[in-house]
């Protein structure tokens, strides 16, 4: 479990979560060796059917018992979603843990015991709501926000190829509408939503306002270390600009 916690740690500090190529509108492959290419060897990173993809192959291939969940993303909403957010399921020492990557800035950086007792002091917890589906949350403000929710039962890659598809293309999705950027550093997480930015550190926030494309040219590649060109910069910052006009 610590070669775990190690793997997952490492994981959210290197290879940020963002969705530039869905606002730039490049193809997004859930094929293993492209995935590999494209977060490992280029940096440029991907979101949930990407980063949960990866881990979880890596993760299958180091002996561990672990299979496709799919979860319904609510923020503190009692709401009906759709299916949009890979995680896996780990399974050890008859337990059963969840393990993600893929949830930007508010991803918790270590598995997570599903069943586990909640004494309230914990920063992340799994509930299980009045449907009996589980749900986590994050403590927030002496109190707990609900990220998303979830099931045990089985889910297939073809199950993520229609989660991607819609995340990437349907008119009113996230990650259709909004530029999202997020790394999670050892000293500070670092996030980004369209035209503002937040490095948050363990006592203090800091808060940018993006107002030129140079200026996000400067924050994505220095950074988030996410090598993009000047003119997809330029592209970037014209369509949050839009985005923002049409909210």
């Known amino acids: 479990m610590q070669l775990l ?22 193809p997004i492959s859930l094929e293993i060796e492209d995935i590999i290419d494209k977060i490992v060897i280029k940096n440029l990173g991907g979101y949930c059917f990407e980063h949960n993809k990866l881990l979880h192959d890596v993760l299958r291939s180091l002996g561990f018992n672990v299979r496709i969940l799919i979860a319904r993303v609510i923020n503190n909403q009692d709401i009906d979603t759709p299916r949009t957010h890979r995680i896996t399921l780990l ?12 949830f930007g800035a508010l991803c918790p950086n270590t598995p997570l015991k599903i069943n586990d ?10 509930i299980q709501n009045k449907d009996n589906d589980y749900q986590l949350e994050v403590s927030a403000q002496k109190s707990y926000f609900s ?12 199950d993520c190829v229609m989660g991607n598809f819609y995340s990437s293309n349907y008119p009113n999705a996230v990650f259709v509408n909004n530029l999202v950027i997020a790394l999670q550093r050892q ?17 203090s926030t800091e808060i940018i306002d993006i107002t030129n494309h140079m200026q ?16 997809q910069s330029h592209t970037l910052f014209a369509i949050t600009i839009q985005l923002l006009r049409n909210a």
């Open 5 to 26: 916690e190690e793997i997952q740690k490492k994981h959210l500090e290197t290879f940020s979560f963002n969705n530039i190529a869905v606002l730039l509108k490049q």
């Open 91 to 102: 399974e050890w020492q008859d337990s059963k843990y969840l393990v993600d990557v893929g």
């Open 117 to 126: 007792i909640d004494d309230g002091s914990q920063k992340y917890r799994i």
């Open 147 to 158: 990220l998303y929710k979830f099931n045990l039962a089985r889910y297939t890659q073809s």
């Open 187 to 203: 000293d500070k997480t670092l996030s980004l939503r369209n035209n503002t930015y937040h490095r948050i550190g363990e006592d």
């Open 216 to 231: 996000l040219h400067s924050i994505i590649n220095d950074d988030f270390n996410i090598p993009i060109t000047e003119e």
